[in-house]
């Protein structure tokens, strides 16, 4: 089955980190680019963070510049989204979402994992 | 940086009924636009892309329109299963970024 599944999520307090993973299963992981796509409760959609295949081009919305880190491992198919210096707003649920092959639209999602800033 | 920007914010439709839903982008992003529907305590799950192409297993009820500024999404005959809320999303340059959606309520 074609899927991705995250974790790592949870409750930490304001300026501390997090790492959330997410597992990909069913395809050739090392094929696609990735992302990670959150929503904060009650509110719509924001892009985080993009990584290509190969790790060469990285991408992050201004608001994690800095505080956030993408990574990859394609040998455990496997995607990486390190959080430092975390903010209440920075409260939501966290997807993980394959690209399509070529273009950067979000065309498989995974269920997400809540992280929680607050003290 | 592109904004993308939804309307109307909500939409209460009869089941049967067509519904069309916009969404503009701030500058011309050509058919680099994708739609998603999300219902509640799920996670998104993509619609269309390519602006009017529809993604593998959704129905022909759904289809969309535009290039460069100006998009529609149109639901032909509502079903009780897609009442949702629908986001759509650039995809022609970075930031990438989602409009702020549409919720579709029954009437």
């Known amino acids: 089955e074609v899927q991705l599944v995250e974790s790592g999520g949870g409750l930490v307090k304001p300026g501390g980190s997090l790492r959330l993973s997410c597992a990909a299963s069913g395809f050739t992981f090392s094929s696609y680019s990735m992302n990670w796509v959150r929503q904060a409760p009650g509110k719509g959609l924001e892009w985080v963070s993009s990584i290509s295949t190969g790790s060469s081009s990285i991408y992050y919305t201004d608001s994690v510049k800095g505080r956030f880190t993408i990574s990859r491992d394609n040998a455990k198919n496997s995607l990486f989204l390190q959080m430092d210096s975390l903010r209440a707003e920075d409260t939501a649920v966290y997807y993980c979402a394959r690209a399509a092959a070529a273009y950067w639209y979000f065309a498989l999602w995974g269920r997400g994992t809540l992280v929680t800033v607050s003290s | 940086e592109i904004v993308m920007t939804q309307s109307p914010a909500s939409l209460s439709v009869s089941p049967g009924e067509r519904a069309t839903l916009s969404c503009r982008a701030s500058?011309?992003?050509?058919?680099?636009l994708a739609w998603f529907q999300q219902k509640p305590g799920q996670a998104p799950r993509l619609l269309l892309y390519?602006?009017?192409t529809r993604a593998t297993g959704i129905p022909a009820r759904f289809s969309g329109s535009g290039s460069g500024t100006e998009f529609t999404l149109t639901i032909s005959s509502l079903q009780s299963e897609d009442f949702a809320v629908f986001y759509c999303?650039?995809?022609?340059?970075?930031?990438?970024?989602f409009g702020g959606g549409t919720k579709v309520e029954i009437k």
């Open positions: 999303q650039q995809y022609n340059a970075w930031p990438l970024a």
């Open positions: 500058q011309s992003v050509s058919s680099n």
């Open positions: 390519g602006a009017s």
